[in-house]
């Protein structure tokens, strides 16, 4: 049985604008706000597995992401 790869299976999502419900419980996204914070910690999520890692965000910078989004 082939193990699924979770990042690349993610951005595949995202790069064929999949349906978020389908990359996360639906029961999650009952409020237009839960959407937005969802999609908004997938994008940090995604920087934070970028192949290279000078692309990636500082932890610093991850942190005050996460704070904005949830605040």
Do not use: Y
């Amino acid at each position: 049985m082939e193990v699924p790869d979770l990042v690349r299976w993610v951005r595949k999502g995202f790069e064929q604008e999949s349906p978020l419900s389908e990359m996360v419980d639906p029961s999650m996204l009952h409020e237009v706000q839960a959407k937005k914070e969802v999609l908004a910690v997938f994008h940090v999520a995604l920087q934070c597995t970028e192949g290279d890692p000078e692309i990636r965000p500082r932890m610093k910078t991850v942190s005050e992401n996460l704070e904005k989004i949830g605040s």
